[in-house]
């Protein structure tokens, strides 16, 4: 279960012209990923030009499926690496999502850190820090 330290600044995506689009979805609760309209590839993180066509005109961001299965994790279990805000013990997973991406996040408070092994089926769900931001995290998987 992820918990935060009150007081503590929680660490905040960077935004800039490039993942805009993306964090104003997350904002509303919506999780999308970047597509290509040409060659139809998806990517993560979010970029002006697709690698494969080499053309500044083509991403676009789509909904995604929001479901995945964890690729990979680490537990912090002590608070010499972990972040301050947060109670440990948290999770950090890497997440490969249907569209074949790889997302990186914390887990959310139905999953407790003993639970997670490679494989496992998550889902995304939000989290509403404040009222500027609100972050993903993943969940169990219902189906
Ligand atoms: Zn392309």
Same mark, same amino acid.
């Given at each position: 279960?992820? =918990?935060?330290?009150? &007081?503590?600044?929680? !660490?905040?995506?960077? $935004? #800039?012209? @490039?993942?805009?689009?993306?964090? #104003?979805?997350?904002? /509303? /609760?919506?999780?999308?990923?970047?597509?290509?309209?040409? +060659?139809?590839?998806?990517?993560? *993180? *979010?970029?002006?030009?697709?690698? /494969? +066509? !080499?053309t500044l005109d083509t991403m676009e961001f789509v909904p995604s499926t929001g479901k995945g299965e964890v690729y990979s994790y680490i537990i912090y279990t002590t608070d010499k690496m972990a972040y301050p805000a947060m109670k440990i013990p948290y999770a950090v997973m890497v997440v490969e999502m249907e569209e074949?991406?790889? $997302?990186?996040?914390?887990?959310? *408070? #139905? $999953? @407790?850190? #003993? =639970?997670?092994?490679? &494989?496992?089926p998550v889902e995304v769900t939000f989290a509403k820090i404040d009222d500027d931001l609100t972050l993903y995290q993943f969940k169990k998987r219902k189906s």
């Open positions: 279960m992820v =918990e935060y330290v009150p &007081g503590i600044p929680i !660490l905040k995506p960077y $935004i #800039d012209a @490039d993942n805009k689009a993306y964090w #104003d979805a997350v904002k /509303e /609760e919506k999780f999308v990923v970047q597509q290509c309209n040409k +060659c139809k590839n998806y990517y993560q *993180p *979010p970029r002006p030009m697709c690698p /494969e +066509c !080499l074949g991406v790889r $997302i990186t996040a914390n887990n959310a *408070p #139905d $999953i @407790d850190t #003993d =639970e997670i092994y490679i &494989g496992m």
